[in-house]
C-alpha cells in the first residue's frame, strides 16, 4: 500500500506561483511512477505531469510546458508541482497519483491504483 499525502495548495491571483508537494508514505522509486492529476468543476479529471521509476524521466502536458515542473526528492519521498504563471484556467483541485510501473501508468487515470485526496488551487483574474 502506499499512502500519499499533498499539500501546497492555497488561493493566488492570475501571475502567481504555487509548489504543491506530495509525500508517500512509502516510495520504491525504482518500480514506480508518479504523477499529479488535475480536476476542473464540470470537467474530467486529467493528466498534468508524470515521472517515470528509476531514472526519473518525466512527461508534462503539452499545455503546460514551460509553465509546470515536476520534480521529486527521493530521500524525503517527496514529489513537487512547480506551478509558476498560474492562470484561472489552471483552478481545481489537484490530485497526487503513484503505480508500480512505468512512467505511462501515470498519464492515464485509468491506470493509476494509488490516489491522495487532493489540494485545492485557486486562481483569480
Known amino acids: 500500500q502506499v499512502q500519499l499525502v499533498e499539500s501546497g495548495g492555497g488561493s493566488v491571483q492570475a501571475g502567481g506561483s504555487l509548489r504543491l508537494s506530495c509525500a508517500a508514505s512509502t516510495y520504491t522509486y525504482s518500480n514506480a511512477c508518479m504523477g499529479w492529476f488535475r480536476q476542473a468543476p464540470g470537467k474530467e479529471r486529467e493528466a498534468v505531469a508524470a515521472?517515470?521509476?528509476?531514472?526519473?524521466?518525466?512527461q508534462m502536458r503539452d499545455s503546460l510546458k514551460g509553465r509546470f515542473k515536476i520534480s521529486r526528492d527521493i530521500v524525503k519521498k517527496t514529489l513537487y508541482l512547480q506551478m509558476n504563471n498560474l492562470q484561472p484556467e489552471d483552478t481545481g483541485m489537484y490530485y497526487c497519483a503513484a503505480e508500480f510501473g512505468p512512467l505511462r501508468f501515470c498519464v492515464s487515470s485509468s491506470l493509476v491504483g494509488y490516489w491522495g485526496q487532493g489540494t485545492q488551487v485557486t486562481v483569480s483574474s
Open positions: 515521472l517515470a521509476p528509476r531514472y526519473g524521466a518525466t
